[in-house]
């Protein structure tokens, strides 16, 4: 059985790690970018909304740095084919290009991270972490099946 002592440990560990990353974000606005760029490739000729969608953040934060991408020439927004009102993105070659050298600077910083860990033990972080987000991906449903339809009328 999992202690509440075990629990506050494990809520204390990610909290360091997610404010490191976040502050490690803010330092290097690339790293926001490359997000953006990213999820576009995942999903080439995309709406602002769906891209928001799968990154989980506002559209209006999608929009605002498509303009600036589109501005920096990686990425390209020209109407979508089914519905002219509204728009879709994709990369360029340019933003093909800073995504690989973001990669491998991002890489490379997370080499630096553990390069004195053992091999099993980065596959067991690697384990740990996916069966995290798998059980919160889990209790998510559960949470979403259990509540009323928002909207719907209660009699």
């Given at each position: 059985m999992v202690s509440r002592e075990d629990v506050e440990g494990l809520v204390a560990a990610l909290f360091v790690v997610n404010n490191?990353?976040?502050?490690?974000?803010?330092?290097?606005?690339k790293a926001g970018?490359?997000?953006?760029?990213?999820?576009v490739?995942?999903?080439e000729g995309s709406r602002p909304s769906?891209?928001?969608?799968?990154?989980?953040?506002?559209?209006?934060?999608?929009?605002?740095?498509?303009?600036?991408?589109?501005?920096?020439?990686?990425?390209?927004?020209?109407?979508?084919?089914?519905?002219?009102?509204?728009?879709?993105?994709?990369?360029?070659?340019q933003g093909r290009q800073e995504i690989a050298e973001l990669t491998e600077f991002?890489?490379?910083?997370f080499e630096s991270f553990v390069e004195d860990w053992d091999a099993d033990e980065i596959?067991?972080?690697?384990?740990?972490?996916w069966k995290f987000e798998h059980?919160?991906?889990?209790?998510?449903?559960?949470?979403?099946?259990?509540?009323p339809e928002r909207g719907r009328r209660r009699r």
């Amino acid at each position: 059985m999992v202690s509440r002592e075990d629990v506050e440990g494990l809520v204390a560990a990610l909290f360091v790690v997610n404010n490191g990353m976040t502050r490690a974000m803010k330092q290097r606005p690339k790293a926001g970018e490359l997000r953006l760029l990213q999820t576009v490739a995942m999903h080439e000729g995309s709406r602002p909304s769906e891209l928001a969608e799968a990154m989980g953040v506002d559209r209006s934060l999608v929009t605002r740095q498509l303009r600036d991408l589109e501005d920096e020439g990686k990425v390209t927004v020209r109407p979508d084919p089914s519905d002219g009102r509204a728009f879709v993105a994709e990369l360029t070659e340019q933003g093909r290009q800073e995504i690989a050298e973001l990669t491998e600077f991002g890489m490379r910083r997370f080499e630096s991270f553990v390069e004195d860990w053992d091999a099993d033990e980065i596959r067991e972080l690697t384990r740990l972490l996916w069966k995290f987000e798998h059980s919160k991906a889990a209790v998510s449903e559960r949470e979403q099946e259990e509540r009323p339809e928002r909207g719907r009328r209660r009699r």
